[in-house]
């Protein structure tokens, strides 16, 4: 199959780190991604991290992948208020009729004062 | 300069209708995609195009017909509008679909809001 899950809703302080989970069930995923979307608003890619990686870092945002798992997570280190909106993993899978980026469900982060 | 432009952002329309969304990148890429979000927020492909050739055709009814007059363009025609079409659409587009690094990244543009009533 090729469902991707993620917690539906994310509430923290400002301040505090973010962590942001995610599910895949396709071990093939070449590539892994997050996407943020605010209000209104198109996708703005985050970060990717590649299948052969364990952890990626940029900034405030970090990736871990666990293969064996199957699991995903981005921790936002120091969320602001900015960083209120919905963030979509997605997994990527590039068979011999195109790259295809299949979804998960978008965890609604909040973030409080 | 906006990477990856869809018009209109907003489209409100009677069922029955017959309406189009256009898509243009300029980022030099090769391959461009059509996705649907529909009021739970989840997205799904629904077309690829590479080169102006259509690559993934996910299983959407045939009143939905891509068009790619050039690779920067990748149009969407929807004929016969359903109340369930209602859906926000984003275009996107990646250098190629291939494996290499950074290759297969795909740009999403801010939207298409389409309601129909």
């Known amino acids: 199959g090729e469902d991707v899950e993620q917690s539906l809703f994310l509430s923290v302080r400002e301040g505090d780190s973010s962590v942001i989970n995610c599910t895949y069930t396709d071990s093939s995923s070449t590539y892994l991604y997050w996407y943020k979307q605010e209000p209104g608003a198109g996708l703005q890619l985050l970060t990717y991290i590649f299948s052969n990686m364990d952890m990626k870092q940029d900034q405030r945002l970090t990736v871990l992948l666990n293969k064996k798992d199957k699991h995903l997570s981005l921790r936002i280190a120091d969320t602001q208020t900015g960083d209120s909106a919905i963030y979509f993993c997605a997994e990527s899978k590039i068979t011999g009729g195109g790259n295809k980026l299949t979804f998960g469900t978008g965890t609604q982060l909040k973030v409080e004062l | 300069d906006t990477a990856v432009s869809q018009t209109p952002k907003y489209l409100v329309t009677q069922m029955g209708n017959d309406k189009s969304i256009k898509c243009e990148q300029n980022?030099?890429?090769?391959?461009m995609y059509w996705y649907k979000q529909d009021s739970k927020k989840f997205l799904k492909i629904m077309f690829s195009?590479?080169?102006?050739?259509?690559?993934i055709n996910e299983t959407v009814p045939n009143r939905f017909s891509p068009k790619s007059p050039d690779k920067a363009h990748l149009n969407l025609h929807i004929n016969s509008l359903e109340l369930g079409d209602s859906a926000v659409y984003f275009c996107a587009s990646s250098q190629d679909w291939t494996e290499g690094i950074g290759k297969n990244i795909q740009y999403f543009g801010a939207g298409t809001r389409l309601s129909v009533l």
């Open positions: 195009y590479n080169n102006k050739e259509l690559i």
């Open positions: 980022l030099g890429h090769d391959t």
